[in-house]
């Protein structure tokens, strides 16, 4: 399985170029169009086209492929606003980790994290300011080995492929794409430069989330039958409130596409249960959405006249939902709601012929543990903690600490040259119902084809977020 080009003999930046050229296909947008493309409608195209038909691969697979060992990570960190400057943190935390370089057009930003960098006892990073395509300037350093996107969406395609044609390992916050032929010129891009893209999805990294995966792949659940994951979050304040988020970027996307915007938060901890890219796949999703009234009945009430978002109409659908059909005949629903009022959930279901487990709250029922339609209690089931949580009691950082779990885990990846934990293929399945919700709804609830970026080899099991401790660790 280890097919890595070894990182020092680094991959050309012309070669991969003159080889996109070779092959006729480039890299921009519509790169895999052709006659398919031609025939699509516009709001097809806007998403990127259904692209179900299989672009020829340009690379060989990533699949199983490991970092190169080396004992300090030097990383970088494009995006310093509310995500990127608390990651930076986190970052700071994990042994064997150098913060080196730090891009954002606000230099503020940029300065305070670089303050971090430097209170945490680390030389002072390299710090680039100047506007929105600086950070290729970063990417060329030759000393970054890994950059953490943490822009807003419309940028994450342009900075990872900018990081893979440099050589540097990519982990992309959520969404990594926003089209279907972004997905696949990541996923050829990666196989290309033998560099790894990855989703940053923290929230497999949660404690209930890997302790089920456990609990599924020990089959305590039986044969999988169907799963749940949500990203239900009012962000309403946030979404309007002019310093939290650095311009409207966010709730722009809601005057753009109708579908499901963050699928992975939902989509990333079911996709592990049920081993899609391992043993199965997601096939097909059908999405349907209720009217879009949240964003502008919040306006009505709380925006000023003359503010511009009066400007803006909104046409994303207050909840999304969208079925997800895998190869092996199992469902799984997603939902997406940010724009109305209700607690936070992600759902986070597994159900299979011996029971279910559902989240938020907390709650289990199992054959033989339980009986008579009462649900159990999860917190019984500690001993399936995965290794990560039995040793990492108190993980710093937000979001419970799973947050800090993805970066210790993908650091401890790089430095001790192992196979990561999530790859180009999760990243471009995970997020592909951005493009493809969408185009099911302007379809009214026409099914789309899910495409296989592994191009078959999901068949084949092997392991991915339900690692065992390495024994160098
Ligand atoms: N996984 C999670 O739990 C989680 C949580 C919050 C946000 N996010 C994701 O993190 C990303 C950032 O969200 P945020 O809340 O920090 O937004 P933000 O607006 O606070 O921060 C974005 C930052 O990117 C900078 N930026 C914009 N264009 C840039 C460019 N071309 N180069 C370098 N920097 C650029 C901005 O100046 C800003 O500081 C989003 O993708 C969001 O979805 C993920």
Redesign the pocket.
């Known amino acids: 399985m280890n097919d890595a080009v070894p990182e020092h003999q680094d991959v050309s930046r012309r070669s991969v170029l003159w080889t996109a050229g070779a092959a006729g296909a480039g890299l921009g947008l519509g790169a895999f169009g052709g006659t398919a493309e031609a025939a699509q409608q516009p709001e097809e195209r806007a998403a990127g086209g259904t692209a179900a038909k299989e672009p020829p691969r340009q690379g060989r697979t990533m699949i199983g492929v490991p970092f190169q060992r080396r004992s300090t990570v030097r990383v970088a960190l494009?995006?310093?606003?509310?995500?990127?400057?608390a990651m930076a943190e986190l970052y700071l935390a994990v042994p064997g980790v150098q913060v080196v370089a730090l891009?954002?057009?606000?230099k503020a930003?940029a300065e305070r994290v670089a303050a971090k960098v430097t209170a945490a006892g680390q030389p002072a990073p390299a710090v680039?300011v100047h506007?929105?395509?600086?950070?290729e300037q970063l990417l060329r350093r030759g000393d970054v080995d890994f950059a953490h996107?943490?822009?807003?969406?419309d940028?994450?395609f342009e900075?990872a492929k900018s990081a893979l044609l440099n050589g540097v390992h990519v982990g992309?916050?959520?969404?990594a794409a926003l089209q279907l032929d972004q997905l696949w010129a990541l996923v050829d891009l990666s196989e290309r430069t033998r560099r790894h893209c990855m989703q940053?999805?923290?929230?497999c990294y949660g404690r209930n989330e890997m302790r089920v995966l456990r609990m599924a792949h020990a089959g305590k659940f039986g044969d999988l039958l169907h799963g749940a994951g949500a990203y239900n979050h009012d962000l309403r304040s946030l979404m309007f409130d002019p310093a939290?988020?650095?311009?409207p970027?966010?709730r722009l996307w809601h005057t753009r596409l109708r579908g499901d915007l963050?699928p992975?938060?939902g989509f990333g901890p079911v996709a592990n249960y049920m081993d899609l890219n391992r043993g199965d796949r997601a096939v097909s999703i059908v999405s349907v959405g209720s009217p879009s009234l949240g964003l502008s009945r919040y306006r009505e009430a709380n925006m000023p006249a003359g503010d511009p978002s009066w400007k803006e109409s909104y046409i994303g659908s207050d909840r999304t939902i969208s079925l997800v059909q895998t190869a092996r005949g199992r469902v799984i629903r997603l939902e997406h709601d940010v724009s109305t009022p209700h607690p936070y959930s992600r759902i986070n279901s597994l159900g299979g012929t011996k029971g279910l487990f559902e989240d938020y709250p907390e709650r289990i029922y199992i054959e033989p543990d339980h009986k008579n339609d009462e649900w159990g209690d999860f917190s019984a089931y500690a001993e399936w903690d995965h290794w990560l949580w039995k040793e990492h009691a108190n993980p710093p950082g937000?979001?419970g600490g799973m947050?800090y779990m993805l970066v210790f885990r993908l650091m401890q990846c790089m430095r001790l040259g192992l196979v990561p934990d999530f790859d180009v293929y999760d990243a471009a399945t995970w997020t592909s119902p951005v493009p493809l919700s969408h185009l099911s709804i302007k379809q009214r609830g026409l099914p789309q084809q899910i495409p296989d970026f592994t191009r078959g080899e999901w068949r084949t099991s092997r392991p991915g977020m339900d690692s065992e401790k390495p024994a160098d660790a």
Do not use: F, M, Q
């Open positions: 494009i995006g310093l606003g509310n995500r990127g400057a891009c954002d057009p606000v930003k680039y506007g929105d395509h600086d950070y996107v943490a822009t807003p969406w940028s994450h900075i992309v916050e959520c969404p940053l999805e923290n929230c939290y988020y650095e311009g970027w966010r963050y992975n938060h937000a979001h947050d």
